[in-house]
C-alpha cells in the first residue's frame, strides 16, 4: 500500500533552514506529483507546494514563495521540501501527499517550529 515518511523537522530559529524529505513506497513514485502540505495550531491544512512527476513544474503558495524550493529525486523515490528564511508562522505539522488511483494519501507528519 501507499507508504510516504517525512523526516527533518525539528527546531530552528527565525531565519533558519530546514529540509524535509519524504520517502515514498507502495506505488510508481515517478508517475505522480507530490504534494507538501502544513497545518499550524488551530487553522487548517493548507498547500505548501507542489511538484509533478517530472519535477518541471512546481506550485507554490505565496506566502512561500521566493522562501520553500519543492523538489524531487525520482532514483530515491523521495520528494523535498528545503525551506529558508524560516518566520514563527511558518511553524506547523508538515505533511507530504500524493493521489493515487484516486485516492489521496498522507504521511504522518514531521513537525517543525521556528522559534528563538
Same mark, same amino acid.
Given at each position: 500500500?501507499?507508504?510516504?515518511?517525512?523526516?527533518?523537522?525539528?527546531?530552528?530559529?527565525?531565519?533558519?533552514?530546514?529540509?524535509?524529505?519524504?520517502?515514498?513506497?507502495?506505488?510508481?513514485?515517478?508517475?505522480?506529483?507530490?504534494?507538501?502540505?502544513?497545518? @499550524?495550531?488551530?487553522?487548517?491544512?493548507?498547500? =505548501?507546494?507542489?511538484?509533478? &512527476?517530472? *519535477?518541471?513544474? $512546481?506550485?507554490?503558495?505565496? !506566502?512561500?514563495?521566493g522562501r520553500l524550493t519543492i523538489s524531487r529525486d525520482?532514483?530515491?523515490?523521495?520528494?523535498?521540501?528545503?525551506m529558508n528564511s524560516l518566520k514563527a508562522e511558518d511553524? @506547523?505539522?508538515?505533511?507530504?501527499?500524493?493521489? =493515487?488511483?484516486?485516492?489521496? &494519501?498522507? *504521511?504522518?507528519? $514531521?513537525?517543525?517550529?521556528? !522559534?528563538?
Amino acid at each position: 500500500q501507499v507508504q510516504l515518511v517525512e523526516s527533518g523537522g525539528g527546531l530552528v530559529q527565525p531565519g533558519g533552514s530546514l529540509r524535509l524529505s519524504c520517502a515514498a513506497s507502495g506505488f510508481t513514485f515517478s508517475t505522480y506529483g507530490m504534494t507538501w502540505y502544513r497545518q @499550524a495550531p488551530g487553522k487548517e491544512r493548507e498547500l =505548501v507546494a507542489s511538484i509533478t &512527476s517530472t *519535477g518541471l513544474v $512546481t506550485v507554490y503558495a505565496g !506566502s512561500v514563495k521566493g522562501r520553500l524550493t519543492i523538489s524531487r529525486d525520482n532514483t530515491k523515490n523521495t520528494a523535498y521540501l528545503q525551506m529558508n528564511s524560516l518566520k514563527a508562522e511558518d511553524t @506547523a505539522v508538515y505533511y507530504c501527499s500524493a493521489v =493515487v488511483g484516486g485516492k489521496r &494519501s498522507w *504521511g504522518q507528519g $514531521t513537525q517543525v517550529t521556528v !522559534s528563538s
